[in-house]
């Protein structure tokens, strides 16, 4: 399937400034990814403005001196340096000086300096449907989960590319069809005050990673909404433990006001069903200290 850009995203694309260059980043990623067009987004999240080599400051840098401005709304995850207490940090020249340079120049671009891994506890909370570019795998599964929003995972300087164009590649996340549950996560062999509790989602999360992977799949039989940091440590343990960009709750997250409505078939391709010999052992699994008496540090 071939790309079809439309008459004005052809003429940015022929530029040589900085909107030209990104316009073309997006496009060649997106002939890379399958996708027949571009779609236009409400926001992004820039998960590229940490420091990991001067090739990231250099390429933020080019676009700054191509009169770059991002289209969107645009926030920024975290960055390598704490600006209000340079001084404390562990980060020798000439990579501190790169640090602040690249954070510099995202700043330029014209993205909120919000410097944070959770934008959806800082006011950006895109709305229900609409399509985003986003970057950061905790905030994408809640942007996809929780919100009800449309991302893919997008990567460095393709998620800053996306921001200055507006645009998006036209895959993944960004179709309905590709929405769906394939997989139910049943939990109705755990209690009630078991998935009440501060432990619980956390675990559910790590373990629900683990069992499905990349799949999508639908959590049933809970019987309450569990409240927003429940969701945003289970979405954010699945992220890490597997590689989850969503996940449905029946009755609880916007996609799924039931599981028959959100399944991609009549019947899942296959039912996990959860026990506490599971949560235990997943619980177990996070953890190298055997029966610690105190905490020496949390990081």
């Known amino acids: ?11 940015i694309a022929a530029r040589q400034d900085g909107a030209g260059m990104a316009m073309r980043i997006v496009a060649e990623s997106a002939k890379l990814l399958g996708a027949p067009r571009l779609i236009p987004i409400a926001s992004a999240h820039i998960d590229g403005a ?7 400051t250099l390429f933020a840098e080019k676009l700054v ?5 991002v289209a969107v709304r645009s926030t920024l995850n975290v960055g390598a340096l704490d600006l209000m207490g340079c001084s404390r940090i562990r980060l020798e020249e000439p990579q501190r000086g790169m640090a602040r340079r690249m954070m510099e120049a995202y700043r330029k ?12 506890q800082a006011g950006h909370r895109p709305a229900l449907g609409s399509d985003v570019a986003w970057g950061e795998s905790n905030a994408v599964v809640f942007c996809n989960s929780v919100l009800g929003a449309r991302t893919n995972r997008y990567g460095d300087f393709l998620d800053i590319a996306c ?19 394939r997989l139910v996560f049943d939990v ?45 440590a289970f979405g954010a343990a699945a992220a890490s433990s597997g590689a989850v960009g969503l ?6 997250t916007p996609e799924a006001p039931d599981v028959a409505s959100i399944l991609a078939g009549p019947e899942p391709e296959a039912v996990i069903r959860v026990t506490p010999e599971m949560v235990a052992k997943a619980r177990a699994g996070l953890s190298t200290a055997a029966a610690p008496k105190a905490i020496d540090a949390v990081a």
Not at 1 to 11: C, D, F, G, T, V
Not at 163 to 172: E, K, S, V
Not at 192 to 204: D, G, T
Not at 206 to 224: K, Q
Request: glycine share 14%; charged share 15%; aromatic share 8%.
């Open 65 to 69: 001196e191509g009169g770059a401005k």
């Open 247 to 252: 996940f449905h709750i029946a009755g609880v």
């Open 109 to 120: 671009l014209g993205c909120e300096q919000s410097w944070t891994c959770a934008p959806y």
């Open 1 to 11: 399937m071939s790309l079809a850009l439309s008459p004005e995203e052809q003429a």
């Open 188 to 232: 109705s062999g755990l209690s009630p005050s078991f998935l009440a509790s501060e432990i619980a989602w956390p675990v559910l999360g790590s373990l629900y990673g683990r069992e499905v992977g990349n799949a999508i799949g639908v959590v049933t039989d809970v019987a309450s909404h569990p409240g927003e940091d429940a969701l945003k």
């Open 163 to 181: 921001a200055i164009t507006g645009r998006a590649p036209d895959y993944g996340m960004h179709r309905p069809e590709n929405r769906l549950a």
């Open 50 to 56: 940490l420091y990991h080599g001067d090739s990231g």
